[in-house]
């Protein structure tokens, strides 16, 4: 196992807002435990973690529960933000905020609007999850049994793969916003939804947050093109490169930005360890 070792102190809050698959979580394997203590240690230290994937939410439970630690998430890229109420500070307040929100719409009403608005030959290149084999939903998410369950188990987004080329993937692009949806890729699959991403709670994130009026440090990680939003949207930015791939490019990055030389889990943590210098660094000078 490998430890963090936070050495220094700043008086504002920090969150690390991080996608899972190929970003915290290994690539192929989904593991991490290499890193799971330095996490827990973390967490431990006052530093907020929120998961920000297009997981669903039994997934992300699933995540919090091999950590050991309850985490308020964001799950379906942006479709809702789940324990929402672990973001207020334990204030001894009598009302307790909404558990979650949501933003998403129903995978049946997506998929009405998809078939209604994308043309035939737009939507002859997509292969949607639901309507394969178990066999080859397993191939292409690397998951089974129950893990493929709760991958499948979606309120928010269907999955599907796409088969054309550049071209043909940006006029898909339009169609889909012209009919007030959404197409998101990661690592393996691309995803159907409503119009929002993983950036969507960001303000939200931001006011709730705030310490005594001091907004606070959001620090991003990320590894495909459904985290760009994220990553630009955040003080820092932590980019984790993918075996066998080139690495993300951020058009609008932040001012600070960390390009992890190593891919997931053990690129996270060297990530955080470099964004946490940054902090210490930045903001302890202009709090000193």
Request: aromatic fraction near 6%.
């Amino acid at each position: 196992m490998v430890k963090l070792q936070l050495e220094f102190e700043i008086d504002m809050r920090v969150i690390f807002i991080s996608d899972l698959d190929g970003t915290l979580l290994g690539q192929t394997d989904f593991c991490f435990d290499e890193i799971k203590d330095a996490i827990i240690e973390l967490v431990a230290t006052g530093i907020s973690l929120i998961p920000a994937s297009s997981k669903t939410k039994p997934e992300i439970e699933d995540f919090c529960r091999s950590l050991g630690v309850d985490l308020p998430f964001i799950c379906e890229n942006g479709a809702a933000l789940v324990n929402s109420h672990l973001l207020h500070p334990q204030d001894g307040q009598d009302s307790a905020p909404a558990d979650s929100y949501t933003l998403g719409r129903d995978p049946k009403n997506l998929l009405a609007a998809w078939r209604d608005e994308i043309p035939d030959t737009l939507r002859e290149m997509c292969a949607f999850l639901d309507d394969m084999e178990t066999a080859k939903q397993q191939t292409i998410l690397g998951l089974e049994g129950e893990a493929l369950v709760r991958a499948m188990d979606r309120s928010h987004s269907a999955l599907f793969t796409f088969h054309g080329t550049a071209a043909d993937f940006g006029a898909l692009q339009e169609q889909v916003e012209k009919a007030g949806l959404m197409v998101q890729c990661g690592g393996r699959v691309c995803a159907l939804s409503a119009q929002h991403d993983k950036a969507s709670y960001h303000h939200m994130i931001r006011q709730t947050m705030a310490d005594e009026g001091n907004a606070p440090i959001l620090v991003g990680f990320g590894d495909a093109p459904n985290d760009v939003s994220m990553l630009q949207s955040c003080d820092i930015a932590c980019v984790i490169p993918r075996p066998d791939s080139q690495p993300l490019i951020l058009p609008e990055p932040p001012q600070m930005l960390v390009q992890a030389e190593i891919a997931a889990p053990l690129g996270w943590l060297e990530s955080a360890r470099q964004a946490l210098d940054l902090i210490e660094q930045h903001y302890g000078e202009q709090n000193g």
